[in-house]
C-alpha cells in the first residue's frame, strides 16, 4: 500500500473554490450522458427568475413581497419567498408563487418546481398549493427541521 502525504487548509479561498467547481463540473459532465447533453444548450444553463410586488401601482411603492429562482433544465427552483408582514394572509405568497410557476411552465418549459423551507416558515403554506414533501431534514440547524419540497406544474 502507497501512503503519501497530503497538505491541508482550511482558508477561505474564492480562486481554488472556483477551480474546484470547475473540476467537479468537468468531470460531472465526463461521468454523466445526461449532463454531457446539456451542457452549452440554453436548458443547461441556470437563469434567474425572479418576481417582484410593490403597495402601490406607481414607482414610489415600498416592496411588499418578492420570489427569488431560477430555472435549470426543466425545474424551477424557488430560493426566497418573502410577503411582508402587513400583507400576508391576503393571498400576496400564492399570486407571487403563482406567477413564478406560470413563467417557468410556458415561457421556459418547466415540468417541475422545488424549494427548500423550514418548519416554522411555510411548508403547510406549500402544501396547500400541491407541493409534496419530498425529504425531511431533522435538527438542521439544531431543533429545526427543513423540508424540500416538490410539485409537477402545469
Known amino acids: 500500500m502507497v501512503c503519501r502525504m497530503f497538505r491541508l487548509e482550511t482558508e477561505v479561498d474564492r480562486t481554488r473554490r472556483d477551480l474546484l467547481r470547475s473540476r467537479l463540473l468537468a468531470a460531472d459532465t465526463a461521468a454523466s450522458p445526461v449532463l454531457r447533453a446539456l451542457r452549452g444548450t ?4 441556470e437563469t434567474p427568475l425572479h418576481v417582484w410586488a410593490f403597495d402601490s401601482a406607481d414607482a414610489g411603492g415600498e416592496l411588499a413581497g418578492g420570489l427569488v429562482g431560477h430555472t435549470w433544465t426543466t425545474w424551477l427552483h424557488i430560493a426566497h419567498l418573502w410577503v411582508d408582514e402587513r400583507h400576508r394572509g391576503r393571498g400576496l405568497g400564492t399570486r407571487l408563487l403563482t406567477e413564478a410557476e406560470h413563467i417557468a411552465a410556458h415561457s421556459r418549459g418547466c415540468h417541475r418546481a422545488r424549494l427548500e423551507t423550514w418548519d416554522f416558515q411555510a411548508p403547510d403554506f406549500y402544501r396547500r398549493l400541491g407541493y409534496k414533501v419530498a425529504c425531511v431534514i431533522e435538527d438542521y440547524p439544531p431543533g429545526v427541521t ?9
Open 42 to 45: 440554453p436548458a443547461g444553463r
Open 146 to 154: 427543513e423540508y424540500t419540497l416538490t410539485k409537477r406544474l402545469g
